[in-house]
């Protein structure tokens, strides 16, 4: 059988040990059957992080960006020039990512098992490795969105895959022809947090979301923010209405919450109940959440479980 050809892409802004970290599992990782191929797109480096990759791993193609693209631009760019050599798949990573020896096969494998889907690894955080994060969120209008989940562990999740409604963009295998189905992320208008529309968009246009359990990957943990309602009132106005990159940013809640809802709705709907979550202390991304209690994924996805 001819080999599977991926592509695994990754924007990148100065963290270069990370980056050498993560190629460095790439390198080590279980390939039968598979041809990698790597782009970083390094967003103008000034930590020597272009060099260091040439040093240490020649085959790795370099894409220069200029400062500006962010992660969607960064990640869109990659894919471009990943499309240009034909690939069956190409796999967007965040440049925080270690790689189980066998995750990346475990995703084609349960690519090429289920048609017409688009598969998110288990995502691990490495400095409690035993714990998910950002997988398989779970929309909740009357919650501002999408719920993510804090208590989950290997042991909480569903031991086969499983259909979700989103992907959050850390290690995503897309099939390129779901790519040229659905166009690149939207840079324009979510520059930071493309990922957020992406995988709905597909999933609207007939592809399966499925979270490979057997595919893992550990990721850095995220930096800690200080909470909305502890900052000023200048510097609340200024998350608000200027930063569009940004966590608390109008514009990214309402864009992302427009492309990546179940409805447009709903999506409308849930943008001034984050708000208002966050001025009571409530919100799902902030300490409040991280209190309250959770169901086993295995529980809440149950009737998800695909069966084979």
């Not at 790439?26 to 782009?39: D, K």
């Not at 220069?64 to 693209?69: A, I, K, P, Q, T």
Request: proline content about 5%; glycine content about 6%; some cysteine.
């Amino acid at each position: 059988m001819p080999l599977k050809k991926v592509e695994i892409v990754t924007p990148v802004f100065n963290r270069r040990d990370d980056t050498l970290q993560c190629l460095q599992s790439i390198s080590r990782a279980n390939t039968t059957g598979l041809e990698i191929h790597v782009i970083v797109v390094d967003d103008g480096s000034t930590d020597g992080t272009s060099d260091a990759i040439r040093k240490r791993f020649p085959d790795v193609e370099i894409v220069v960006g200029n400062g500006d693209l962010w992660y969607t631009a960064g990640t869109n760019r990659g894919i471009s020039a990943a499309l240009q050599r034909n690939p069956d798949y190409i796999l967007a990573i965040n440049n925080d990512s270690i790689f189980d020896e066998n995750c990346i096969l475990n995703m084609v494998e349960c690519a090429e098992k289920y048609s017409r889907s688009v598969v998110g690894a288990l995502l691990l955080n490495w400095a409690t490795p035993h714990r998910i994060f950002q997988v398989s969120p779970r929309w909740e209008t009357w919650k501002g969105g999408w719920r993510h989940w804090y208590h989950q562990t290997v042991w909480t999740v569903p031991q086969q895959p499983w259909e979700v409604e989103l992907i959050v963009g850390n290690c995503v295998l897309y099939p390129a022809q779901a790519i040229k189905e659905t166009g690149l992320m939207d840079e324009k208008r979510l520059p930071q947090f493309g990922d957020a529309e992406y995988t709905p968009r597909m999933r609207r246009r007939g592809w399966r979301l499925i979270i490979e359990p057997r595919a893992r990957v550990f990721c850095k943990p995220n930096d800690k923010t200080i909470g909305f309602r502890d900052k000023s009132i200048r510097e609340k106005f200024r998350l608000l209405f200027s930063d569009r990159t940004g966590l608390y940013s109008l514009h990214r809640r309402f864009y992302a919450n427009l492309g990546g809802s179940p409805s447009s709705l709903q999506g409308l709907i849930a943008v001034p109940i984050v708000y208002i979550r966050y001025l009571l202390g409530r919100n799902q991304e902030g300490d409040w959440v991280v209190n309250q209690k959770e169901k086993p994924l295995s529980e809440t996805f149950a009737s998800s479980v695909i069966d084979d």
